[in-house]
């Protein structure tokens, strides 16, 4: 398990970019409480999804809206069309865990993930 | 003849106004949108009317368009409407829903707080600070239920200006708390195009002497405007309604619901407090006007003029339509009046201006402010 950010770092119905990674990593604290994981970056173009909008368990790409579920990875509408990794997240002592996917990221054109 | 007479100081009754180009170049309109506009508290718009979070509207406030918007967390927030990459005007829609102000131009994307969120290969520009390259932030204070904006970079105390004048005219800003103007709610409101200077519709707001010529039906329920002097040649004390008259209505008769914290000399009267540059507020026994002024040119004001009551009366549905008639008219005829004015403001008969009768006599303090402003 990879050892994120802490708790206290997140805002919840927020997302934040974790770069020591890669690739970066966007973990979110939903409404409802729930933590999870999800590549950083938009599989259509170089976009942080840390920075959009997070709602009924799915957040929308600030830069053209595609929407990705945060437990399964698919985008749902927009101009994206493969999925982002969902990375298997808890919360242990106030701290943000993961286990990082081991499948291959799908990136946008021009992304490399090293 | 006449012209050289008046250049001798006449015996008290006439004071000058402003020469006719204060009302008609653009040069003067020019430093009001700097030096006034770009520098007091502007009241720009009602806080219901961004209900919800991402909810926005733009307003011109001097030379700029602000973006007025709702964060996540139900707090105000208020932008230069101007990308900072290219300049393209970020928000193209006069009001609307967003989760995110986006340019239409490169898609350089700032969330609803200001900030640059995201661009196209804004993660391979690591040094690009977000909140520098952020939406060009405006001051904002709320206030009465209305949102107020500075673009001063260090605006003036609210206190001082906005509450000052309320101050000025009521006595004491306490005295204001019985009408309970944030806690109103929208019951109508109209927006006027007039073809007219801001000044001119002040000046126009701050006098009666010309109510009973223009104003029949307002003269109807105050019968002392008869005699000229506005409700704002005094302080701490509201015109009385008539005898007879049973409401602050087109007719004359009952109004809807009593606001309920008047106190004895509050009731069956009307209070009117200009709070400079652009906000008139007319308080009643049943309900409040207010109105915001946007001044668009040197010889053009949008003006909108909002009725505010009880929010059961709203919400009842209750029927205002012969309160908001009464205003309503006399704003329709206090704006002709200034209609007509404004073509002759570039007369040779008003070049050193026209006269102010002692009954306007305190419109004066409002011209030095103006001349003060400009330097």
């Given amino acids: ?114 | 003849m006449i012209i050289e007479q008046l250049e001798e100081p006449l015996p008290g009754s006439i004071l000058p106004t402003l020469g006719g180009s204060w009302y008609t170049d653009p040069d003067v309109f020019a430093l009001e949108q700097e030096r006034i506009f770009s520098t007091q508290w502007m009241c720009v718009l009602r806080g219901d009317d961004l209900p919800a979070a991402g909810d926005y509207r733009l307003v011109q406030v001097g030379r700029e368009q602000v973006v007025v918007s709702r964060n996540r967390r139900g707090e105000i927030r208020a932008f230069l409407n101007v990308c900072r990459h290219r300049g393209m005007r970020v928000c193209t829609e006069p009001a609307g829903t967003a989760r995110k102000f986006q340019c239409g131009y490169h898609a350089w994307t700032y969330d609803l707080d200001g900030k640059l969120v995201a661009a196209p290969n804004l993660t391979k520009m690591p040094d690009v600070d977000r909140d520098a390259y952020g939406l060009r932030g405006v001051a904002v204070q709320e206030w009465m239920g209305y949102v107020w904006v500075c673009l001063a970079p260090e605006p003036p105390s609210f206190t001082g200006t906005v509450l000052g004048d309320l101050v000025t005219r009521l006595g004491e800003a306490e005295t204001f708390d019985a009408w309970q103007v944030a806690d109103l709610r929208l019951g109508k409101r109209i927006a006027y195009d007039v073809h007219a200077n801001w000044k001119l519709i002040i000046e126009n707001f701050m006098e009666c002497y010309h109510c009973a010529t223009i104003h029949p039906e307002l003269t109807e329920v105050i019968p002392e405007f008869a005699d000229g002097w506005a409700a704002q040649t005094y302080v701490g004390r509201g015109a009385e309604f008539g005898d007879g008259v049973e409401g602050f209505t087109v007719d004359g008769s009952a109004g809807v619901t009593p606001l309920p914290l008047l106190t004895a000399d509050q009731e069956r009267r009307y209070f009117a407090v200009t709070i400079k540059p652009t906000v008139f507020v007319n308080m009643v026994p049943d309900h409040v006007v207010v109105h915001r002024m946007f001044p668009t040119a040197v010889d053009r004001t949008y003006v909108e003029c909002d009725w505010l009551f009880l929010p059961e009366v709203v919400e009842a549905g209750t029927d205002v339509s012969r309160s908001v008639e009464l205003f309503d008219r006399v704003n329709r005829q206090d704006f002709e009046a200034c209609e007509r004015t404004q073509p002759a403001m570039s007369s040779v008969a008003y070049a050193d201006g026209g006269s102010l009768v002692p009954a306007e006599h305190h419109i004066e303090a409002f011209h030095a402010w103006v001349r003060e402003q400009l330097g």
Avoid: K, N, Y
């Fill in chain 1, 1 to 114: 398990m990879h050892r994120l950010c802490s708790l206290s770092d997140l805002t919840p119905g927020e997302g934040l970019r974790v770069d020591s990674v890669a690739p970066p990593v966007a973990v979110f604290l939903a409404e409802d409480g729930t933590v999870h994981a999800i590549d950083d970056t938009c599989t259509h173009q170089d976009a942080s999804l840390a920075e959009g909008w997070l709602e009924d368990g799915a957040v929308e790409c600030p830069l053209h809206e595609s929407r990705f579920c945060l437990r399964s990875g698919v985008p749902d509408g927009g101009p994206a069309r493969g999925a982002v990794r969902v990375h298997r997240a808890e919360v242990v002592d106030g701290e943000v865990l993961v286990e990082l996917s081991t499948a291959a990221p799908c990136l946008p054109p021009g992304v490399v993930s090293a």
